[in-house]
C-alpha cells in the first residue's frame, strides 16, 4: 500500500493486519495483531534520523505475524525502513531492546563484511535459473551458513535467556560470554529475561512467570515446565490446530497434562545430556527462511545480511532449530547419509517426474547438509543424535505442552523405563521414579493411538 500525504494516522489500514485471513479464532488473531500508534510522528522521527527534511510517502509492507514494516521515503528520496511490533509479539521494552543489541553483538564476531542490504537479494526472490543453476546456488549457500554457524557456535554465554544492552535491564552477576574459550565481561551487553516465541505466544505474555536469565540448563529447563504448568492453570485452552478433537478422538486433558509436567519436573534432572557441547547457552537464529537471508547477487556463497533477530534466544544448543527453512525438507531424519538414488522416471507422467526430481533433489541437499554438518560442526550432529532419543522427545514436548497433548509425552515417558539405568544423570541405584499399570499402559497407548489418527 502506498500513500502519499501528511496525515498517516488517518488511513486504519496501516494499523489492521491484512495480509491473510485464519481458520481459528479469526477474530482474536487479528485484535492480537492491530496496533494503533502515531505514524505521524514515526514518520517524523524516521526522517530526522537521516537528517531528511521530511517523509513523502510510505509503503506498507506485507504484515508480518508479529510486526508492521513500513518503507517510508523522503523528500530527497532517501529511504528509511520502520518496524512495529504487534501486541502478540511480548512485551515490547524487552521484544525490541533485545533484537537491537542481539544484531549488533552477531554483527561483532561474524567475518563477512558490514551487511550492505541494497546490494543484496533476497533468497525468496524471483530467480529466471534453471533448476541446476538454482540448486548449485542453493549448495553455495549452505556452504555459506555452514561456516556462518561455525561462527555462532564460537561465542556461548554464561546464562540462558536473551541479550541486551547493559543499560536496559539488570543483568546477574557472573554475566559473561564466553569466545574460543576466554571469558569475556563486557560491559556493552548483558543477559536478560527470556523473549523466546514459547515463553509469549497463546497468552504466556500475561502469566506472572520468571523469565530471568538462568545458570544452569537444569534451572532453565524446570523454568519451562512451571511456565507451562501455570499456562495450563491460569489461560484459555488454546484452539487445536495439530490436533483434530473429533468425538472419537484424543480430547486434551488439563489434569493429565499437568500430571505429565510434574512427572517432567521430577525426572528433567536425569534426560538432560551431561555433554554440555549441546547443553551450554548458545544465541542463535531459529527462523532462517529465505526471506531473511541476503545473499550477493554476484555470488550467492556470500551472505551478506541475515534479519529478524527478534525473539532469538541464548538457550541450550538442544533447544534452537538446527535446519534452515530454506532446505525444503519436511521428511523424516535420513537412516544414513548415504545420497538417495536416482528415481526411475519411465513410467510417470510429466508432473509426476517433475515431483519426483524436487522430492529427490531436496533429500540430497538435506543429506548434503547434514555430511557438512557432520564434518564441519561435530556439536551440531551431536544434537542431531541426541534428538533421536525418548529424553530429546520428552524435553521437545514439555515446552509447548500447553497447545499440544501429552499422550506422546507419556508414551515416551513409558518408553524411557526401559533405558532408565543408562540415562547419563541417573545414579546407578536410583530406580524408575514412576510406576504404570496395566491400566495405566493401556489409556497412555490409548490415548496415543486417538491423537494420531
Request: with cysteine.
Amino acid at each position: 500500500m502506498l500513500y502519499s500525504h501528511s496525515d498517516w494516522n488517518s488511513d486504519d489500514e496501516f494499523f489492521k493486519f491484512t495480509r491473510s485471513r485464519f481458520l481459528v479464532d479469526e477474530a482474536e488473531n487479528l485484535r492480537r495483531r492491530e496496533i494503533k500508534f502515531n505514524l505521524n510522528r514515526l514518520a517524523s522521527v524516521a526522517a530526522d534520523s537521516i537528517g531528511a527534511a521530511q517523509c513523502i510517502s510510505i509503503i506498507k509492507y506485507p504484515d508480518g505475524m508479529f510486526n508492521k514494516t513500513f518503507l517510508m521515503t523522503m523528500e530527497d528520496g532517501r529511504e528509511v525502513v520502520a518496524k512495529v511490533p504487534n501486541p502478540n509479539s511480548g512485551i515490547p521494552h524487552f521484544t525490541m531492546a533485545s533484537e537491537f543489541a542481539t544484531t549488533d553483538f552477531v554483527g561483532l564476531f561474524e567475518t563477512r563484511s558490514t551487511p550492505n542490504l541494497a546490494n543484496a537479494t533476497g533468497l525468496g526472490g524471483s530467480q529466471k535459473s534453471s533448476t541446476h543453476q538454482h540448486v548449485m546456488s542453493r549448495l553455495k549457500v549452505i556452504l555459506a551458513m555452514t561456516s556462518l554457524r561455525k561462527q555462532w557456535l564460537s561465542v556461548s554465554f554464561s546464562h540462558y535467556g536473551s541479550l541486551y544492552y547493559a543499560r536496559d535491564v539488570q543483568f546477574p552477576a557472573g554475566n559473561h560470554y564466553v569466545k574460543d574459550g576466554m571469558a569475556v565481561k563486557d560491559s556493552e551487553f548483558a543477559i536478560g529475561p527470556a523473549t523466546g516465541r514459547d515463553w509469549f505466544d497463546a497468552g504466556r505474555s500475561i502469566l506472572d512467570i520468571e523469565r530471568r536469565p538462568w545458570a544452569s540448563p537444569t534451572q532453565y529447563l524446570q523454568a519451562v515446565g512451571t511456565r507451562e504448568i501455570k499456562a495450563i492453570q491460569f489461560l484459555k485452552p488454546p484452539k487445536q490446530t495439530a490436533l483434530f478433537c473429533g468425538p472419537k478422538l484424543h480430547q486434551p486433558d488439563a489434569e493429565k497434562k499437568l500430571t505429565a509436567l510434574a512427572w517432567y519436573q521430577k525426572i528433567v534432572d536425569a534426560i538432560i545430556p551431561k555433554d554440555t557441547s549441546i547443553t551450554n547457552p548458545y544465541l542463535w537464529h531459529d527462523d532462517l527462511h529465505d526471506d531473511n537471508i541476503f545473499v550477493d547477487p554476484d555470488n550467492p556463497e556470500r551472505i551478506t545480511g541475515i534479519i529478524d533477530w527478534q525473539s532469538c534466544r541464548i538457550s541450550p544448543l538442544i533447544s534452537h532449530n538446527l535446519d534452515p527453512a530454506f532446505l525444503d525438507w519436511d521428511g523424516l531424519e535420513p537412516e544414513t547419509l548415504d545420497l538417495a538414488p536416482r528415481p526411475t522416471l519411465a513410467r510417470l507422467s510429466p508432473d509426476e517426474r517433475s515431483a519426483a526430481m524436487h522430492e529427490y533433489t531436496v533429500q540430497n541437499v538435506f543429506i548434503g547438509w547434514r555430511n557438512l554438518m557432520r564434518a564441519k560442526n561435530p556439536d551440531l550432529y551431536r544434537v542431531v543424535e541426541f534428538r533421536k532419543t525418548a529424553a530429546f522427545g520428552l524435553i521437545f514436548l514439555a515446552h509447548r505442552m500447553f497447545e499440544y497433548g501429552e499422550p506422546h509425552f507419556l508414551s515416551l515417558l513409558v518408553d524411557l523405563k526401559d533405558m532408565w539405568a543408562d540415562l547419563p544423570g541417573v545414579i546407578s541405584d536410583i530406580p524408575f521414579p514412576f510406576e504404570f499399570s496395566e491400566t495405566d499402559l493401556e489409556r497412555i497407548k490409548l490415548d496415543c493411538d486417538k491423537s494420531t489418527e
